[in-house]
């Protein structure tokens, strides 16, 4: 599986599902989740995209097969690797893969769905830095196929991607599950002296994804053919 150097280590449409069960009375369900009201929408591996389409859609196109030559990254054993970060983690390299940034909001809302152009933008809802959502996701289609997931971000002022960790998913036959990964929206963070290239001591601290210290918060996807991860946001009580 191949990483950037680093300083310490979603054809299914969008469904904007909202369940008869309120989130008060969520419970834990067999495929991993929790029943009651959500949102959902599907990271779609496409090898067109939606050419020239950045309005409201119903899922997020995302490249079928950018994982090639230096990008390349392995199918593993296990349907989900998770990866967090446990140290202020950053490189002043950007990530090589399809982006797909998070903006604050009050509410869900994708903007831009094309993410084979480069980027797509989504709006998820907000409170001050906080997320106001569990999210899970699971992968679904062809077995034999893999996509990683990293979550990065940006500090402009230091023009360094802080890692804030990874889901790798690899897709196996027979039944797929959801894996909680609310982990992916906070990330440690630091002062990094330029000298060093070193955190500057005292400073490292674990953050929001949305503080106001990061300009963008995004996922930077690679993808060895996978077709459908489904995504859910659980909004909490």
């Known amino acids: 599986m191949k990483r950037l150097s680093i300083g310490i280590a979603v054809f299914l449409s969008l469904a904007w599902c909202l369940a008869s069960v309120p989130a008060f009375a969520q419970k834990t369900t067999g495929n991993g989740t929790t029943s009651g009201a959500h949102y959902q929408f599907n990271l779609i591996g496409s090898p067109k995209g939606i050419s020239g389409d950045d309005s409201n859609g119903r899922s997020i196109m995302v490249p079928l097969k950018n994982a ?52 797509a933008r989504i709006k998820v809802p907000v409170s001050g830095d906080q997320i106001t959502f569990d999210i899970y996701l699971r992968v679904l289609g062809k077995p034999n196929t893999c996509m990683d997931i990293d979550a990065y971000a940006f500090d402009a002022d230091q023009s360094l991607y802080f890692w804030a960790g990874s889901v790798d998913v690899n897709r196996k036959a027979g039944r797929s599950t959801f894996v909680k990964v609310n982990y992916l929206f906070d990330v440690w963070f630091c002062q990094v002296d330029p000298a060093t290239g070193q955190c500057v001591a005292g400073t490292s601290q674990e953050l929001s994804v949305f503080n106001n210290v990061f300009e963008s918060y995004f996922w930077n996807i690679l993808n060895n053919g996978t077709r459908i991860v489904q995504v859910r946001l659980y909004p909490r009580s």
């Not at 296990?78 to 202020?88: C, I, K």
């Not at 998070?102 to 994708?110: A, L, Q």
Request: glycine letters at 6%; a negative charge; aromatic letters at 10%.
């Open 68 to 119: 090639t030559g230096p990008n390349q990254i392995v199918c593993e054993a296990d349907q989900y690797v998770l990866s967090d970060d446990l140290a202020p983690t950053f490189s002043d390299q950007v990530p090589t893969g399809a982006k797909i940034y998070f903006e604050p909001s009050n509410t869900f809302e994708i903007v831009d769905r094309d993410a084979t152009d480069g980027e």
